[in-house]
């Protein structure tokens, strides 16, 4: 069955430095894809950057990247740069492309960044 | 005018009340999908529909009933509805491809956040 683990319920970081947000996941379908998402207070979910099971190099979106180990079964999301408004909950989470149109998200992890 | 709508942003209904949630995406996408976020619980899938058509319901209770008209717009129908349907309810879409090959990003509305009294 696939899983989404984010063990960090919460993370500081002071701004303009970088900080890593942890994601184990679980599957034994060989082709998924990983998302990660933000969402501010506001509620909406802003996607931020996608990793395919097969890309061969990590995902970069601006100063968001993808730390993907596949054999470790880890998507971690970098934040390089932290900005005040970068502070929001993140969403971890996973398709498998022969499980339908499921997409199964992480508990999340809060990141406070402090001035 | 941005990519997914929702309205109201916010609905507080008493339990023998009737309402409907609504969903705009102005993307061209095909698939559309209700979620339910519940404080300190991961987002739940409800119901996904792909061209029109209800792919998946995620044992939802018969209180929600959803409606898709056409690919762009997507409704939940909400009644009798209990204190722990209180919740924010996210629409998405994406953008499908033929034959079940790679998924594509769901790109999320602001949310409806619920209250049930």
């Known amino acids: 069955a696939q899983k989404i683990t984010q063990t960090q319920p919460g993370m500081f970081v002071q701004e303009k430095e970088a900080v890593t947000l942890d994601c184990t996941y679980d599957?034994?379908?060989?082709?998924?894809?990983l998302f990660w998402y933000k969402q501010p207070s506001s509620g909406e979910m802003i996607f931020l950057i996608y990793q395919g099971s097969y890309d061969q190099q990590n995902a970069t979106e601006g100063r968001y990247s993808l730390n993907f180990q596949k054999a470790r079964k880890s998507a971690n999301l970098v934040i390089s740069a932290s900005q005040l408004g970068d502070s929001a909950m993140y969403f971890c989470a996973m398709r498998e492309n022969t499980g339908g149109f499921k997409t199964i998200f992480g508990a999340g992890t809060r990141l406070f960044v402090k001035a | 005018e941005t990519g997914v709508t929702q309205t109201p942003r916010h609905l507080v209904m008493g339990m023998t009340n009737k309402k409907s949630l609504k969903c705009e995406q102005h993307l061209g996408h095909n698939a559309m999908y209700w979620y339910k976020q519940s404080a300190k619980k991961p987002l739940e899938l409800m119901f996904v529909?792909?061209?029109?058509?209800?792919?998946e319901n995620n044992s939802v209770p018969s209180r929600f009933s959803p409606e898709c008209p056409n690919s762009s717009h997507l409704f939940l129908h909400l009644h009798t509805l209990q204190p722990e349907d209180s919740a924010l309810y996210l629409c998405?879409?994406?953008?499908?491809?033929?034959?079940?090959?790679?998924?594509?990003?769901?790109?999320f509305g602001p949310g409806t956040r619920l209250l049930v009294l």
């Open positions: 998405a879409s994406s953008q499908e491809l033929a034959g079940g090959r790679r998924k594509e990003t769901q790109y």
């Open positions: 599957t034994s379908d060989p082709s998924y894809g």
């Open positions: 529909y792909n061209f029109k058509e209800q792919t």
